[in-house]
């Protein structure tokens, strides 16, 4: 099945304590991207990835990393997390250049950092 | 930021009838345009893309795009109870995709 697979679906984690949401996609996509989604401000752009090695940054790139050493794995790096980092993630892939022929999502992340 | 508003509803309709949602952006160069569903607690999915001027239909469910007044609709025909969901628009171009907060839809048996 052609899928996007995050882990974990749930966390909870302390102020300041490294984490990383991984996403791995199996339809080989060169796009992929990390969007959260918070009440009232929908999905915004964390950070792209057009092919392996090449990524930069969406709308809200700070306090996160990424990176892409292989094709099917973008992972989301958090050094160190804040509360204001508290939401849902989602990780998306897309066969178009650039997504422009849509994406397919991820179940998402739920992140909680107190 | 770019920006593309929706009226965040919830918009009810009967069953049977003809749900239109809509979507309005500001980026005037955009050439990529979506729609995602989005049911509680589960992820966005693409149920249409339209790229030009005018109607695309597909099965119940059609999108219109109109670039010169900027706006992009969404109708669903034949509305169902299963369509009730959050009804998301994505507008942007080469790597870069602006969502809406969505519309929140309530399909009535």
């Known amino acids: 099945e052609a899928q996007v697979t995050q882990n974990p679906r749930y966390l909870i984690t302390v102020t300041g304590k490294k984490l990383t949401v991984t996403c791995s996609q199996n339809m080989n996509h060169e796009y992929m991207s990390w969007y959260r989604q918070d009440p009232g401000l929908g999905l915004r752009q964390i950070y792209y990835s057009m092919n392996v090695e090449v990524t930069d940054k969406g709308d809200v790139p700070e306090g996160y990393k990424v990176s892409r050493k292989e094709k099917r794995n973008f992972p989301l790096i958090l050094e160190s997390p804040s509360p204001n980092q508290t939401s849902l993630y989602f990780c998306?892939?897309?066969?178009?250049?650039?997504?422009?022929?849509?994406?397919?999502f991820g179940s998402g992340t739920r992140l909680t950092v107190v | 930021q770019k920006e593309v508003e929706q009226n965040s509803g919830p918009l009810s309709v009967p069953e049977g009838a003809i749900a239109s949602l809509n979507c309005t952006y500001s980026?005037?160069?955009?050439?990529?345009f979506f729609w995602y569903r989005q049911y509680s607690g589960k992820s966005p999915e693409l149920i249409m893309s339209?790229?030009?001027?005018g109607d695309k239909e597909d099965g119940r469910f059609t999108a219109q795009l109109n670039k010169a007044s900027q706006y992009v609709s969404l109708l669903i025909r034949d509305s169902q109870p299963s369509d009730s969901a959050t009804y998301l628009c994505a507008v942007g171009n080469f790597n870069k995709f602006y969502f809406g907060s969505g519309t929140k839809l309530n399909v009535k048996p």
């Open positions: 998306a892939s897309s066969g178009g250049e650039g997504g422009v022929y849509g994406y397919t």
């Open positions: 980026d005037r160069v955009s050439q990529s």
């Open positions: 339209i790229y030009s001027n």
